[in-house]
């Protein structure tokens, strides 16, 4: 079992960067699949990006491919979501997840463990 913790969220301008992290508890941390998923209002949670658990294999939504990077820290059990090239449509609420060598990266009823959530807002 593993306990997630997300900071870095805030405000920022359009064409601005930042960088959110999720911190994890447990032992097993390597063994997890771990994914960014967001969620704006009146709209589904949505995949945002995932790194499988090994850590040889990322995946991104189309909308943020290219501008979005997750990456991990095994040694420091966290997970890391890179972003770059902000658009006003990447407002959300920002969620980390994990999912017990997991497989199945972008369906979030998959993944068992979630933060709390970090509110991203991109002004224009």
């Known amino acids: 079992q593993v306990q997630l913790r997300e900071s870095g969220g805030g405000l920022v301008q359009a064409g601005g960067s930042l960088r959110l992290s999720c911190a994890a508890s447990?032992?097993?941390?390597?063994?997890?699949?771990l994914g960014w998923f967001r969620q704006a209002p009146g709209k589904e949670r949505e995949f945002v990006a995932a790194?499988?658990?090994?850590?040889?294999?990322?995946y991104y939504a189309d909308s943020v491919k290219g501008r979005f990077t997750i990456s991990r820290d095994n040694a420091r059990n966290t997970v890391f979501l890179q972003m770059s090239s902000l658009k006003p449509e990447d407002t959300a609420a920002y969620y980390c997840?994990?999912?017990?060598?997991?497989?199945?990266?972008?369906?979030?009823?998959?993944?068992?463990?979630w933060g709390q959530g970090t509110q991203v807002t991109v002004s224009s």
């Open positions: 997840a994990a999912d017990y060598r997991g497989s199945v990266v972008r369906d979030p009823g998959e993944y068992d463990y």
């Open positions: 790194i499988r658990w090994g850590g040889i294999y990322t």
């Open positions: 447990g032992p097993t941390f390597s063994s997890y699949t």
